[in-house]
Each structure stands twice: as C-alpha cells, then as structure tokens.
C-alpha cells in the first residue's frame, strides 16, 4: 500500500516538473521595450502594482493633468475584488468639466492607448450616469459614452499612429461628470500593423492600414488558456474562444507542448505578434465528433454595423505530421477570406511555423453579427481538417469625425494680434468669393436652361449654347469631350431628401445607392461613393467611361454624375423593382417563376454578350453577380456597376494579366489562380448567377455542411449525378419542363467548366439560354428529335438574335465610330444546329 502511494507521489511530481517545463516554453516572451510606457492609476496618490506592472499615481511627473477640479474618487476594495485587475477600479479621477491627461511622446509612431472604466458611488457622485466624450489631438474615441453594464468594468483598447510630440487625452463631459479609472499609453513596434490587407468583397488589396485608428473588439486564443498582460510582451490580454465557439461539438482543443518555430529572415509572424501560447495552442475541426465530416466550425462576436474591420488570423501547423497534408478554408462573414490555405506553402516548408493572415470586412457588408468560420477543402485527397489558434478583431474607426487642435505657443499677446489680422483678411476672402459666386451663377442662370438633355447620339453629353438649367453643367476631360450630364451636388442632395438613410435601396462597395427624385418627378438611382471605401476614383472613372460610350437595351443606363467637394456621385436610371438577388432570397420582394427567372438571365446575357462583342476591344465586366443585375418596372433585366469592368486583350493576346478583383463566389477559379483574366471569366460568374436562379439560396453560405457552402461546387455535384431537380428552389420545382431543366443544367455545366477554353461564349450561352425557354414553352409531349426538327419554329427573338441585338446599339457606333456596325447576326447557324446536336444527341 505504502509503495503504491510513494510510486503514485513520484509519479505526480514527475508530471509536474514536465508540466512546468512546457509551461516555461509558452511563458517565455520576446523582447521588446517601449519608447513610451505610461500607466497611471487615476484618482490614486500612490503607486500601484497589477500583476508584474506598475501603475504610478495620478498627476505623477512627466504627465500632465488639467482639469478644473481636482477630484480623486474611491470605492472598497470588496466592491471590485472580483474583477480582473481589481486595483485599478478602487480609484477614479472625475471630471466636472473639459479636462485633459497629456503625455510626452518620445518616439513617434504607433502606440496602444488604453482606458479602464467602472462607474461606482463617490459621495455625490453617481458614475453609472457619467456621459461624456474622449479624444485626442487627432480622433474622436469616444462619443456621448455612458457604460453600458453598470456593475462590470468596461476596458477599451485603441492603436493608434501618433505623428506629435505629446499626446493629449481630452474628455468632455455631456451632462455633467466623467471620469475614468486607469489610462496606458504605451508604443508597440512599428510592423505591428502592415499598411496591406486583402479585403474580401470585393476581392481586392486594401491599403493604407499603417496610419488608420484602430480599436480592439476582440482578441482569443483559440483551444488555449486566458493570456494575461504579464505573459505578453505587449500586455495584451487573449481570451478563451469556448463562449464564442457556435458549434463547439464538432472542435477539439490542440496543446502543442513544444516550441513553435519563428520563420527566419522574417516575413512573417514573430513573438510581437501573439505569443508563443497561442500559437502553441489550436482549435481543431475534429471531423470524427460528428456524423458528417463536412461541418465549419463558427464563432459568432458581435460588433457594430457600420465600421470596417480589420481581422488578423494567426496559423501554426501544429496538428500535422507531415508538410502539405493540411487544406483548409477561411470565411470573413460569410466570405471566403482564404481559399484551400495551405500553412506550409507560407511557412517555408515548415510546421509549427506561426503565420498571420490580415483581411478587411468592409463597412457595407459588416452586420452586427461577425462570424469567422474555418472549414475543410475539397480539393481531391485532401482530408476534412482546419485549425485556427488565435483570432484579432478591429474596428477600423471611420465611424468618427477626425478633428485637430491647434497647440498654441509664445506669446499670448502675439497670438491674439495675429489672430485678428488673419481674421480681418479671411472676412475680407469670403466677401470678394461670394461676390464671385453669386456673379458666377447669375451667368449659369443666363446660359442654360431648366432642363437637362440626356446622352447625346455619340454616347457623350451635348448642351445646347443658350439653354437655362440650375442642375448642372459638363465636365470635358481628355480625348472623349465630356464623360457624361453633370449635376449640382445640390440638386442631388433635394433628390434624395439630403441623403436620407430611408430612401437607401442598396449598398455595395463603392458606397450606398439612394432613391432619388428630381424636379421634374422623374426618379434616378444616386450611387454615392464612400469616401473610406478602397473603391474610389479609378471605379468612379471606369463607370463614368464606359457607360458614357456604351448604350443598350440590358445595360443599365448613367444619367450623370456628380464630383463637387471631392464627392463621387453616379445617377442611373432607376430600376423599379431592384435586384435579381433580392426576387430569390433575402428579401420580402415576391419570388418569381421559372419562365420570368429565364427571360432575366436572357436579358442579362445579352447585355454581357454585348459588353464582349460591341465594340474593337471586349469589355469584360468583372463583377457578374446577381446582386449587379436589376430589374425594372416591367421585369426587363439589366447589367449594372462596371466600376471593375476592364478592356479585354489585344487581337494578338489571349489574356489580360491583372490583379484579382470580383466577389467570392462568383470568381472563375482559373482567374484567381493565375491572375489572367478573359471573356470566359465571365461566363464562369454567370453560371453561377444561373444557378443562384435556380435554387435560389446565397453562392456562399458557411452556416452550411461543408459540401453545401459553396453553391457552384454543391450544384455541379448534383448536375454530374444528373440529379439537379433535386436542388431546385421548391417555389418552382414542379413548374419546370425536364427538357428545359435538362439543358439549363447542361449549359450551367458548360459555364463552369475549370478552364476557360472549355466554356462557351456568352454568345453561346444566349442562344443556349433562349432554347431552354423555348423547350418550357413548347408542348409536353415534344421529344427530343422533334425539338431538333422544329427549329423553324423557335420564337422570333431567337432567329433574329442579331438583329435584336444590332438594333440596341446607339447610333454612336454607327456613326462616330470607325468600327464596322456589330451585328450580332454573326452568331451563325452552323453554331446554332452544332448546340443542338450536342445536346439532343446525347
């Protein structure tokens, strides 16, 4: 009994000294000290320690304190013991009125600033009901803030780029009192935050990352423990991700148990970046905890609508046994932020390599729920498996106005006489500019009128010498002559109730599209660009150039557009009856049927067919979604946002090399693997809109089984087993003829073929398109061979596809143009009879 016992003890002790040897792998930090590195403890006349730091008193030199009243608060210690950091919370300095903290910056650059907030009783002083603004020099941190948990500390963290010599931290009372607990300001290393991210609808880089405010919403250590300030480096605190995991029966925990291995010659991660914990630390799709091996795993945060947000992802391979076994898919909500990821292709050939990976969910698509989602490739011989071992989530601050004060010094004296001599001379500015204005528009008065005309024959706008309009007037730029109708940006502003978020009918990424009305009661579409929005003046050229010059009967039409006060304004017509996206899914718009779904994807094409065949140069539109086609009052389909189109090869190259822009989901594989882009990317995009029509559900849905998020790998599936009926949109499942089906699946096929010499041309899945509606309107009991014979008696539209075609191109190119007329009768009959053979002869 007694040698059990002993060998039991032994055995204990040999598991803890093993224990506190891999522990010491994951506490050891790298180094680094900070420039500045301030931590005060406000309302407190003594020092402070929290764990391994020190937080000095309040108003300890060399920091600054003014404020109008001294008042230093304090609570029990009882009253906050169980809270993380309890001592911070004992004290607070309060406000009465505009006070500020100022902090000597001794090397400029980017530094955590840091708040701690609890709001208990002082005397007379309730500080649940303290409402107040914080700012520095240059941000708005901090708007009308009141905590929103009145009995929990509230701790809100902001990197910032700091480009002064002090930092000053102004807070502002709105109803009386604020206050605050404990302030960090402290410098992080200058790569902390590359200036480069990927953002993730559209496909596209996003830059300029280095300068911008960022606030920390979150930070987890996935599968491992809490992290704590005094186990890293930068004192940061890591969370644990259970209470955020939305299926944690298909996860497993990963400890690696060793040290992880730091790229060389940099590039990558390094223990600044998160430390050695977390990457030694992992959740694991564990494929075996459930009955289907296809399952994401999800965590669900919640933020605030309306911001971009920066996600960092961190990788260490610490679950394989050997390089390049290990694929997986990444998901931003709801889009792909990383497609079949392979770490060791990143890692130089090596596991347990830390990586991050930075990607940017812009503000149009950020809802209140953020998901990140990790699930399995399906690459062939690849097995179900992904790991995520540490997640940062920031709110990229855009929300807020940026401000500036000025800093004044010498003499006051001075100041004041200078002040009023710069005053007398910008009195004296303003006078002679309005006198300038009001000339200037008694002028435009006199020479146009109070209509506007459209386009003129040649694409461009021509304005009639004598006219009277008080909309606007023309922009001329470069060869072209004018782009387009240019209207006042405050004439667009009456339009549209001043830019009334009710009257908003859709939003992207360039910005949000409103409803607007002028004068003469005629309604319009204003797409106004957001200003933080990556896609700015080179979509807003493109849409204005290629529009300007391209009319057709599917392509939505531009009116105008609008670039007074750095603004970027687009007017289209306005489409009735919105997108195609929102008749499928998503919306309380009514569905429609599968004869109406068909005469949409003809109109569409027909559009993209002109777009890749109406002028010398194809114009390939790179960004064929369903949200991009819309409808109007009768249900007529029309392509619209070409802010990403682009002119395709030369006649003696086969390719445009360029960057990969477009929307996952949508994007033709052989172009995002190789960054060639062609008429055929297109085509791929378009059969996955023709299959968004059929079983109406989103291209991309992570909320799904693995083999059901991606709806053109989940389709093609079904269409190869020949079993595609089985996945149609029950509103219209028993409405469909199977012929009809039958060749919609074929040409679906053919659209999404991997490689772009395999799929058809647009002209090609037109006609392809106009058959299947033909097949669903002809008599039951035609067969197959019958369909062939009776050709003569397609419908007219389908014979004369050319000529319809021909018809809707404007008169510019037949007259402005030195290009031969395109007609689209060159879709040829021996085209027509081989599309049929093939598909009847099988």
Not at 92 to 111: D, E, L, N, V, W
Not at 203 to 217: A, D, F, I, N
Not at 304 to 330: E, M, P, T, W
Request: proline share 4%.
């Amino acid at each position: 009994m007694m040698a059990t016992l002993g060998r039991k003890k032994r055995q204990a002790a040999t598991t803890f000294i093993v224990l506190c040897i891999l522990s010491s792998f994951y506490i050891c930090k790298a180094q680094f000290t900070p420039a500045d590195s301030y931590l005060v403890d406000c309302g407190s006349s003594k020092s402070t320690m929290v764990g391994q730091r020190t937080f000095t008193a309040d108003g300890a030199s060399p920091v600054k304190v003014s404020t109008s009243q001294d008042i230093l608060a304090g609570t029990s210690a009882n009253g906050v013991a169980s809270f993380d950091n309890s001592a911070l919370y004992q004290t607070a300095r309060i406000f009465t009125g505009p006070s500020s903290y100022t902090f000597p910056i001794q090397k400029q650059g980017r530094h955590f600033v840091r708040f701690y907030f609890f709001p208990f009783t002082y005397q007379s002083y309730d500080l649940s009901l303290a409402k107040f603004t914080v700012s520095t020099q240059d941000v708005l941190l901090l708007s009308d803030f009141q905590q929103p948990d009145k009995t929990a500390p509230l701790f809100k963290e902001y990197s910032l780029n700091i480009t002064r010599d002090t930092l000053v931290i102004s807070f502002k009372p709105s109803n009386g009192i604020a206050f605050v607990n404990a302030i960090e300001v402290v410098s992080v290393p200058d790569d902390l935050i590359t200036d480069d991210a990927q953002m993730v609808n559209p496909v596209q880089q996003y830059s300029g990352l280095s300068t911008q405010p960022l606030e920390t919403v979150y930070r987890v250590n996935m599968g491992g423990p809490k992290v704590t300030p005094d186990n890293d480096t930068l004192s940061r605190t890591w969370v644990t991700d259970l209470k955020y995991l939305l299926n944690p029966s298909v996860t497993k925990q990963v400890n690696y148990g060793k040290r992880v291995n730091y790229k060389k010659g940099g590039g990558g991660a390094t223990q600044l970046s998160a430390p050695d914990i977390v990457y030694g630390t992992a959740t694991e799709l564990a494929a075996t905890n459930t009955s289907n091996a296809l399952f994401n795993m999800t965590w669900q945060f919640d933020v605030d609508a309306g911001f971009s947000y920066l996600v960092r992802f961190h990788f260490c391979d610490i679950v394989s046994k050997a390089l390049n076994q290990l694929y997986f898919n990444a998901y931003v909500g709801g889009f792909y932020a990383q497609n079949n990821l392979d770490l060791s292709a990143m890692s130089d050939s090596q596991l347990a390599t830390p990586i991050y990976i930075d990607v940017v969910l812009s503000s149009n698509d950020a809802s209140s729920k953020l998901s990140i989602s990790i699930g399995p490739s399906v690459l062939n011989n690849v097995l179900p498996d992904g790991i995520l071992n540490g997640l940062e989530v920031m709110k990229i601050s855009t929300g807020g106005s940026a401000f500036t004060v000025g800093s004044g010094s010498g003499n006051k004296k001075w100041g004041v006489i200078l002040g009023a001599a710069l005053g007398g001379v910008g009195l004296f500015i303003i006078v002679v500019v309005l006198v300038l204005l009001c000339r200037r528009k008694k002028t435009l008065e006199k020479q146009h009128s109070k209509t506007w005309m459209p386009f003129s024959i040649n694409g461009l706008t021509s304005l009639s010498t004598g006219s009277r309009t008080s909309y606007g007037t023309t922009l001329t730029s470069g060869l072209n002559g004018s782009y387009g109708y240019r209207f006042a940006f405050s004439v667009l502003q009456e339009a549209t109730n001043n830019f009334d978020e009710n009257w908003v009918i859709g939003v992207g990424g360039f910005g949000k599209v409103y409803k607007g009305v002028m004068r003469d009661e005629s309604k319009v579409a204003v797409k106004r660009g957001n200003p933080k929005s990556q896609q700015g003046l080179n979509e807003f050229r493109t849409e204005i150039e290629l529009l300007s010059r391209l009319r057709h009967r599917h392509l939505v039409s531009l009116i105008g557009y609008c670039d007074e006060r750095n603004e970027m304004i687009l007017v289209y017509e306005y489409m009735e009856k919105g997108t195609l996206k929102s008749h499928l899914y998503g919306s309380d718009n009514p569905s429609l049927n599968w004869k109406q779904r068909l005469e949409v994807c003809i109109g569409a094409a027909r559009g993209l067919h002109y777009l890749h065949t109406g002028s010398a140069k194809a114009i390939i539109h790179r960004d064929v979604k369903s949200a991009n086609i819309l409808l109007d009052e009768n249900l007529l389909a029309k392509v619209a946002d070409f802010g990403l189109s682009k002119t395709g090869p030369e006649l003696d190259q086969t390719h445009v090399s360029t960057a990969v822009k477009g929307s996952f989901g949508y994007l033709d594989p052989e172009y995002f693997r190789r960054q060639q882009l062609t008429e055929k990317s297109d085509v791929y995009s378009f059969g996955v809109v023709l299959l968004e029509v059929l079983c109406a559900r989103p291209v991309i849905d992570p909320t799904l089984p693995r083999e059901m998020v991606n709806l053109a790998e989940w389709g093609m599936k079904w269409q190869k087993r020949g079993e595609l009926h089985q996945i149609i949109d029950q509103r219209i499942s028993g409405t469909i003829r199977p012929d009809s089906l039958r060749k919609f699946g074929e040409t679906v096929e053919k659209c999404l073929a991997d490689y772009g010499v395999e799929r058809p041309s647009m002209g090609d899945v037109l006609w392809n398109l106009e058959y299947v509606l033909q097949l669903q309107d002809a008599d039951s009991t035609v067969s197959d061979v019958n369909s062939m014979n009776r050709i003569v008696e397609l419908p007219s539209q389908v014979q004369n596809v050319g000529a319809l075609e021909s018809i809707s191109v404007t008169m510019a190119e037949a007259g402005a143009s030195n290009e031969p007329d395109h007609d689209l009768s060159d879709v040829s009959m021996s085209r027509v009879f081989s599309q049929l053979i093939k598909a009847e002869g099988r």
